[in-house]
């Protein structure tokens, strides 16, 4: 009778385990992100920082000439950006950002938040600080993991091919030393410039005017006859007239 109550014991206790290492495994299934973790389903009318670190990732999103702002609210222009990203990713598009849009997310994203195709070393070859530009290394940096975002989704919309970046962040130091322009968006971590590969710089500039770059330079235009330049400046100047692109 003892021997039958201990092998009960053991079994419940074996069972308990083995419930509550279902439990961790499905939690750390549901949370398992280096980076950032959404613990909320959003959707048009949500605010907040959850928002806005969605905002940063689908700012490549936006439509035709346009820019998704970073401001934690879900508004329409939010919700339309959302359906873009889950139909490229051949998800049901409603506008919802729920545990599909999360995961796919946290998939195309590394543990320092940038997007897998894309690193701070790609996006300065300065320097190690940031230090040095129009404005403070946060600024920079911060800006231009808004610019590997959008470039993530340039990279996606040509058939995952790999895009090669070919300056990014300038301190002034650095800036006047390639000879770039004084107000040049490089001072402010926002720009890249791209190089030829498996797709055109033309092609580079025309398929940009989609992802929420405000400045598109290339072809055409004095001194980028061997890149293409996207940057989010404050207003719209496009200029790669041997593409098309003004």
């Keep these: 009778m003892l021997r039958r109550t201990a092998r009960s014991v053991l079994s419940l206790v074996m069972f308990m385990v083995a419930a509550l290492a279902g ?3 499905t939690a750390s299934t549901a949370h398992a992100d280096g980076c950032y973790t959404w ?3 959003l959707s048009q009318g949500a605010t907040g920082a959850d928002v806005t670190q969605l905002q940063i990732r689908l700012g490549g999103y936006p439509g035709y000439g346009a820019v998704l702002a970073i401001d934690g609210d879900y508004g329409p222009a939010t919700t339309a950006a959302v359906k873009r990203f889950q139909s490229a ?5 409603d506008g919802v950002a729920g545990s599909a849009t999360f995961s796919k997310l946290y998939a195309l994203q590394d543990d320092d938040c940038t997007p897998v195709h894309f690193s701070y070393a790609e996006l300065n070859d300065c320097n190690s600080t940031w230090e040095g530009g129009a404005v403070s290394a946060a600024t920079a ?3 231009a993991l808004r610019t590997m975002w959008k470039l993530e989704a340039l990279r996606h919309a040509l058939g995952d091919q790999p895009i090669t970046v070919t300056s990014g962040f300038r301190s002034h130091v ?3 030393a390639v000879g770039g322009a004084s107000s040049s968006r490089h001072l402010y971590g926002d720009a890249a410039d791209l190089g030829a590969g498996p797709h055109s710089l033309c092609t ?8 929420g770059f405000n400045g598109i330079l290339g072809p055409g235009y004095p001194g980028h006859s061997d890149h293409t330049h996207v940057d989010h400046r404050a207003s719209r100047y496009w200029s790669a007239s041997s593409c098309g692109v003004s």
């Design 39 to 41: 613990t909320r389903t």
């Design 89 to 93: 990713y051949g998800m049901a598009s």
């Design 141 to 143: 940096k911060s800006n």
């Design 174 to 176: 650095c800036n006047d």
């Design 204 to 211: 580079l500039a025309k398929q940009a005017r989609n992802h």
């Design 23 to 25: 439990t961790v495994a």
